[in-house]
């Protein structure tokens, strides 16, 4: 017994060095040297200060953006603190904040249903193609830009399915959001 | 339900059952300690381990002493945890200047990753430092997959083995499972999860400006309005890739950020979340072809794996019927399918995934004691939400967890056996040993521990409205899955949650952390002692009258058996819980 346990302390230090501290480092320096910006969470950068990140959704909420997903993670998409709602189908307080989105974001039809769920995360980056097109009557209205063009902005914004196959149709809310705001830049 | 949803269920199994066959007779290799690619490389490290902790290669072991020594190592490991917790305030690689972790919670943590369950009572990235993460926590991810794929390699080796007193060698074991399976799977997966964007850094987190400041407005305690602007985001970093991979290959499942895989540094893409499922499955459908193979008979491997692939269909379809349904509480909601959006209950899903990638899932990880989850399983409807509930409560077997799927899976083989015996009123035989009433007993005290503690847990905390009923977020049958599953998840070792639940009490962290301790090394032991004494037995050669074990009328039996046996012991917790939700839910209540 005695011997097990002298020999389950010395495994315990030597492969926690090896899983713990060496594993982790040598995946570190390899994923810098190949890929360093995805290693680093793909920041968007300007003018020298950090506005994002490809993968982080931010808050839109005025009538001049795109709106993102509701986020449990605050009203900030704070990324230190993701979280989903939990609220389970027959909640009333699900009920009650569905009905109030509804209110804020109901233009015309029916809403999307993305548009006024809060995702997993409470970070989801994207929107379904639906919801972008579903505003985009509000914000064209709101910027004084034509339906038309913002109807292609939104579909050249359309990431497909990867490889063909996996995932589903989406469109980045930071990205479009992003391009939105340089195509009334210059049509200004 | 969308075609393009099956299409990618149907290719996700054509790889799990093509990735068989070959996983499988390279981990008995391994575990034979036959010749394989990576031993110029890792032999010279195994023996350098050897050495300086004592193993002696040769040794073999009783199946006392191979549990003792389990025992001990996962005591150790689990105290390291707890340390490393506790001080990591004064520990390197801490940017954020986390404090201390609270002693209850250090408990819960440290059992938790120990038995490979990862509930995850407290967020990550609010509370783990960096260092905290790769020493303390993902290092449990190693070993409590090695530990469970060493006792699943020991079973089988009682089954295969005749006459003999003597399991195989715990450490041994243990680093031939790591060192050849775990951490080479494990480098490649990680790297290739960077590659599509899962984060890889030991920087404090960065502090964003956002494209359009958010005005927020509550309600304070004194019941006045206050509006704050919120101009910034905080966003969390970390070694998240490293972790990543064997958190997945290792069914594991605690995530490095509170959202787990469905936060998009841990789960960027299609893709990365396609690999995540099928890592899930990897070694346990590998497990099934060793099995066949070490026990001399591929047929009944392939038979086992029968009857899990059917538990999985049933499970995956009834989840995606699920969720691809409208919640009839929400109106003037489009809620359907169409090219534009996946429809269905979106709450607490991610857009990228959509429907049918998070039913399946919720269904992978429950079926396999990962717990990983990429969308909320306490927002799915009542069925979808049934779904990744029965998988656990039938003790996830369904490939299960890394070893303890086999294991448990095993189990049941030798129950069914013993009913298939009863039946015909022979002496029941499994593959040449006679199965007496001592294995039996063996196999269902492994059985009857785990509803005891289930059902007896989530009994006393909805008697209790101080410690129990407070932590609910969700009233009616929904409060009472939400605790049904959390005592299931931590007992099953599986550590997904119904997460609307505050688990960060006193009462939860005490009585979880019993029911993971419990749920893990009190079924380890009769397990083990079944296999000590089958590989006992003396082989006594089939005849007309042996029931075989690998023709389909066998998978047909083993999948009766397990769904009796789940059935008799958990439905009226069930329909009191998501089958009541469900009726109600049809009938416009709301909670």
Redesign the interface.
């Known amino acids: 017994m005695k011997r097990h346990l002298v020999t389950a302390s010395l495994y315990t230090v030597i492969t926690a060095v090896l899983l713990g501290v060496i594993y982790p480092l040598t995946i570190t320096v390899l994923a810098h040297v190949l890929f360093p910006a995805k290693a680093s969470g793909e920041l968007l950068k300007s003018n020298g200060v950090i506005v994002g990140s490809r993968l982080i959704g931010q808050p839109f909420s005025g009538p001049r953006y795109f709106h993102s997903r509701p986020s449990a993670a605050g009203a900030g998409y704070d990324a230190a603190a993701s979280s989903g709602s939990n609220l389970g189908p027959t909640s009333k307080a699900l009920v009650d904040r569905v009905q109030s989105s509804i209110a804020t974001e109901s233009v015309s039809g029916a809403l999307p249903i993305d548009l006024i769920t809060a995702s997993g995360s409470g970070l989801d980056p994207d929107i379904t193609p639906a919801s972008a097109l579903y505003q985009v009557e509000r914000v064209a209205a709101e910027r004084k830009l034509s339906p038309q063009a913002l109807q292609s902005l939104v579909a050249s914004n359309i990431i497909q399915r990867q490889l063909g196959l996996l995932g589903e149709p989406r469109v980045n809310i930071l990205a479009l959001n992003m391009e939105l705001d340089r195509l009334s830049g210059q049509s200004r | 339900m969308t075609l393009?949803g099956w299409?990618?269920i149907a290719?996700f199994f054509a790889l799990v059952l093509l990735s068989a066959k070959p996983m499988g007779s390279y981990m008995t290799r391994v575990f034979e300690r036959r010749k394989t690619f990576l031993d110029p490389v890792l032999r010279p490290v195994e023996r350098l381990?050897y050495r300086?902790?004592?193993?002696r290669e040769g040794e073999e072991m009783r199946w006392t002493e191979y549990a003792?020594?389990m025992l001990?190592?996962s005591?150790?490991?689990m105290l390291?945890t707890f340390a490393v917790e506790r001080l990591q305030h004064l520990l390197p690689l801490n940017p954020q200047h986390l404090p201390a972790v609270a002693p209850d919670l250090a408990w819960n943590t440290a059992v938790s990753f120990t038995t490979n369950t990862n509930w995850q009572a407290y967020?990550p990235?609010?509370t783990m430092s960096y260092l905290t993460q790769?020493?303390?926590l993902?290092?449990h991810n190693?070993?409590s997959a090695a530990v469970g794929l060493a006792l699943a390699i020991a079973f089988i080796r009682g089954i295969a083995r005749r006459e003999m007193k003597t399991l195989g060698n715990f450490?041994v074991d243990?680093t031939r499972g790591?060192l050849w399976v775990l951490?080479p799977i494990?480098?490649v997966f990680?790297?290739v999860l960077?590659?599509?964007?899962?984060?890889?850094?030991?920087?404090p987190?960065?502090?964003?400006?956002?494209?359009?400041p958010?005005k927020?407005t509550a309600t304070g305690a004194d019941g006045k309005m206050t509006t704050t602007a919120?101009t910034?985001?905080?966003?969390?970093?970390g070694?998240v890739?490293?972790?990543e991979a064997i958190k997945m290959l290792g069914t594991n499942g605690g995530g490095f950020?509170?959202?787990n895989s469905?936060?998009?540094?841990e789960n960027?893409?299609?893709?990365t979340?396609?690999l995540q499922m099928l890592s899930i499955f990897l070694i346990p459908a590998g497990l099934t072809f060793t099995l066949g193979q070490m026990v001399g008979s591929p047929k009944h491997g392939w038979a086992v794996f029968a009857a899990m692939s059917v538990l999985w269909f049933a499970g995956v379809l009834t989840c995606y019927w699920a969720e691809a349904q409208?919640?009839p509480?929400?109106h003037?909601?489009?809620?359907r399918a169409?090219?534009?959006?996946?429809?269905?209950?979106?709450?607490?899903?991610?857009?990228?995934?959509?429907i049918a990638?998070?039913a399946l899932f919720a269904t992978v990880t429950t079926d396999a004691s990962c717990g990983a989850?990429?969308?909320?399983h306490?927002?799915?409807?009542?069925l979808g939400?049934l779904v990744p509930l029965t998988n656990i409560l039938l003790g996830e077997i369904i490939f299960g967890g890394v070893g303890a799927g086999m294991y448990g899976m095993l189990i049941f083989v030798v129950l069914s056996v013993f009913i298939a015996g009863l039946m015909v009123g022979r002496t029941p035989e499994y593959l040449g040993k006679k199965i007496e009433s001592k294995d039996v007993q063996l196999a269902m005290l492994y059985l009857l521990i785990f509803p005891f503690v289930i059902l007896g847990f989530t009994a006393i905390s909805v008697q209790a409205p101080s410690f129990g009923l407070s932590s609910l977020?969700?009233?009616?049958?929904?409060g009472l899955?939400e605790i049904l599953y959390a005592y299931t998840s931590a007992t099953g070792n599986n550590g997904s949650a119904?997460?609307?639940l505050n688990a960060n009490t006193h009462w939860y962290n005490a009585s979880l952390g019993i029911a993971m301790f419990v749920g893990r090394f009190c079924m380890l032991i009769p397990m083990l002692a079944i296999a000590g004494n089958l590989a006992a037995k003396k082989s006594i050669p089939a005849s007309a009258g042996t029931f075989p074990v690998t023709t389909p009328l066998f998978s047909i039996l083993l999948v009766g058996v397990i769904l009796i046996v789940g059935a008799l012991t958990f439905f009226p917790a069930l329909a009191l819980g998501p089958i009541l939700?469900h009726l109600?839910?049809l009938s416009g209540?709301?909670?």
């Open positions: 393009n299409l990618q290719i381990l300086a902790t004592g193993v003792s020594s001990i190592f005591l150790v490991t390291l967020s990235e609010s790769m020493l303390g993902a290092t190693f070993w450490w243990l790591t951490l494990s480098i990680a790297l960077v590659s599509q964007g899962v984060v890889q850094n030991l920087r987190y960065d502090t964003v400006q956002l494209l359009e958010q927020v919120v910034t985001q905080t966003i969390a970093q070694p890739a490293s972790q950020f509170n959202a469905s936060h998009p540094f960027p893409t299609p893709l979340n396609f409208p919640n509480l929400l003037g909601v489009d809620q169409s090219i534009t959006q996946a429809g269905g209950n979106m709450e607490g899903k991610e857009v990228r995934f959509g990638n998070s989850v990429n969308s909320m306490d927002s799915f409807t009542p939400g977020a969700n009233h009616g049958p929904h899955s119904f997460a609307g939700e109600l839910m209540h709301s909670f």
